[in-house]
């Protein structure tokens, strides 16, 4: 290929800018071209498209969200808004496209790629669910920020003695609750893939306390249901006043960890190896450390993210 | 005085331990003694206090919270709950108090005043709503901390051109949206000590949008509104479908700035030096970049505390 | 005036973006254009000049830096630069120029001055040795850098029972070390306006691990003299073994703080207000918490900035 | 077994804590008995060892350095050494040891291990330098930090159209000069595991200069010159003028970032589990993103760690 595009979509996620300048830079080293598309698929159809230069990624590596923008975009779903967006690409002369973001995302580069326009998805989400890959660009990040508030959150419970409830993003995934669960010392973690008794969430505030613990901490994925409602219901099971802090957008944003930078840079260069070969309909990850890419109709229709579980046994043990 | 006590009540603020670190510190190298207080005024009632040494406030000076405790206690209201106090005092030998915390504890240190016991009290809440100082311990790290979230939140508004409403703390008090605000570039700060026009928020929305502006936004002191309120009825006004983030709990925690830490040793020693010449019934603030101490009751009753308006005016002129 | 330029000079200092977009956003708020001026005094004389914009100025608040950039230029010193830059002013009918800067970059605004152009100083450097205010563009972010990095040398100090020199900027000034090591709990801070002598430093170490002090930190001014040679010079008075740690550049850059944000935005604002009203030869302030303009002739040639040295007392007495 | 021992050794890591806690909640939940020994080997042989309790690690997951203190001991290598430090264990009723830390650490686990007392070491280096693991406890952390101050040095080099020298930790190994040079967007990567051609250097910041680039950031590990070296062998190559920043211990401190929390506590889980079952001779790590444990012998005398050369690649052509 000579002339690849490039486009973010869904909700941002800090290290997209990273993963634009890898595929940018790559591309251009290897005497390919390079497109950016405004505004995810939103703005392929709408022939949003402008040539890229070295210099435009400059200084971006470092920045959260993405400098191309993002948008939903539902009309990307019907084969008409599918149609246009390959018109696009081809008045362009563009021969392949490389698709950051979280499961919609995918399921428009999976779309093209049905169509027979080649494109290849980068997982980039703080929510970390996306199959194909262990890690998805932005997780990292979103896991430091939460940790942050976390550690801050921790001052004002043991100074005061009481019990908090951290809601954290995660509609569908608990990994942001579990990784940043543990890394906090939570007391107790709460997921859509665990199930939970409040009675026992209850004793074991009760246990904590008896021994001498000043704060409790409770993390809890909004996927299983809001801060206040638990707190509500957890109020039923004892005298325990807690407080809810809800962590949302303020997770998404922020400047990339070194790791997100790392792992957005190595997406980025492995796509447009992939394109420079031809290679397309493929979404790339990280799988026991190595950087892979899948077919992405088998990634998408026959395989499932799974959050490591592991961890949640551990913080049982851990935070006793 | 020869022994002293130091106790801190009310919301936590980061820079209380610096404070205390400072009081205890200062006190025995003016041969003093000095005694800590658990769990403000109901650890004070309860004679929960002990002798503190130099060694128990070595590495204290960065963390966030207070590690005397802090805890509501209305019935310090009472004339049973002071006379209880001071019998404690008394039986401690303790001829002097230093009380760090807000308004509440303000209150509790006039109380004792007026009974007759010297105390002093430092200015400790994020809140910076206490009259007699310009700054309060806390306020300089809590406006840090919003700032960072905003900073964040930018970039996810920019990647989606978004409005966001962002609910910060500040029940009567507008300092911390104005000063974030400020240093934030919000597009709008909304405060309970200024008025504002719906229709005229909204427009300064649609004029940003319209000379090209990517995100908008809006820095709300909770004491006006909560942010989904400010939302739906700003959705009167327009289509903005604005995101909301509420800046909770997570503000009141964290490792203290540079100018919090400062703050707090200088007010803490301030008050041993007033303990130690045998004056109570003040509380010590900063006002026009001195260290001063003002008369409790004078202070209290006929002073209040106004937020600086000219950063009102002066975001209405940069940020149009 | 119609037509006012901006330049920043001298080493960069963060919150000069944030001064930059007050002054522009402010000035065309009040009906005038602005000019920006590239690499300084240099760019002045090689008419490297552009008309800013509301959106050029968009997005810059929080970054670091200057992105007008910044350059040395002895040749401003010369009678031939300045008529050349006045001339280049002249031929882009520019009517009053604020420079940003430090003592070198204030220098030139006074000659401007003094050959009837009028010119207004902001002060910009982290350094803090400004006359005419308390608090200079940068300060409040250097010494929040400073601090991190001393609490993050105090886990390894702690943990190793080690003493440690750590050197700060500062070649006339010891603010930054006063301030930094007042919060960092600095056992010495060593100043180049204050005496210090070799003995006591040691004495005072060796007290503090008389009394089960792990950690010994020495905050030392680049100004007084390097901290390899401070380290060889205490080793005369007793087995240290302190390690150096020289925190250099990194301090100059970086996101600024709330204040210096908050400091630079005000300070913009009170600059446009004095060139709209036609008064020029002057430099911007903060003192005793009051913005202020002071003439710069009588500024430069009469004042000299002095620290808070009470700081350095409250430090002997709070590290003993 | 029934009773454990836990030490600290060598320079700390951020999320050496971490390690403690899990080591010791983990013992503790499966019914052992845990003691904590302080300042490494030297405590060992000195019986500087006390028993811990749930409490003692409690808040202290979020803590830089290792609050058991660590110190060198190179007396450990005699047969003296050792035998004093098993009489010392089995005095307190000790069945196995776990060692966190790093090359020579593991050393002295080794030499126990040959003399049949049962030892598992935990990697605990911010250099990423030990062999039977893809990644070692404090890394990340370190990587982050010094990524913070790339961020921040890029701020000035930006401004003043600067090339800087950043000299990194790591004697023997590039990993964080590799992580963090990739993640910061660096000119060029200098590591001991790869040649350099200075002249290709020069040319390298020549060709980023002519297209237009402000900044040039070269990381340097310090195990193959020390920055000023650097900087003054390329002013040999061309008019350079390289600033030159020396990263030192500031490095090793911090607050531990999430992976290293989550890394550190799955390492000490497993531990324990190993040593509950009576297996010690091993050595804990990562690999291919599983938690793995290999024989120490086998792993210290066959083995050796390599760093990602990919990535050394990979900067080559995205930072052209």
Redesign the interface.
Known sequence: MKRIAIL?SG??A?G?N?AI??VT??AI??GMEVYGINYGFAGLVAGDIRKLD??DV??K??????FL???RYPEFATAEGQLKGIEQLKKFGIEGLVVIGGDGSYQGALALTKRGFPAVGLPGTIDNDIPGT?FTIGF?TA?????E?I??????A????RT?IIEVMGRGAGDIAL??G????ADDIIIPEHDFDMQEVADRIRVGRD????HCLIVLAEGVMGGNDFADKLAEHGDFHA?????????????P???D??LA??FG?HAVELLKEGKGGLCVGI????IVATDIIDTLENQKHHPDL??YT?NQ????
């Open positions: 973010t909700g941002d800090p997209m990273a300048r890898a830079r790559k080293f290897d070295v210099a400059g200084d590596i470092q920045r959260g969200g993405t923008y993002s948008a262990d990292d896991i430091n920020t939460v940790l508030s550690d801050r959150i921790r001052d004002t043991t100074s005061h003695v908090f990784w940043a543990v890394a906090g010392g021994r001498g613990k000043k407080r809810v802090s809800v962590l949302g957008h303020v997770v998404r944003g922020g400047s960890t070194a790791r930078r790392v840079s190595k260069g799988r026991e450390n190595e592991s961890l551990l043990e851990l935070s006793f």
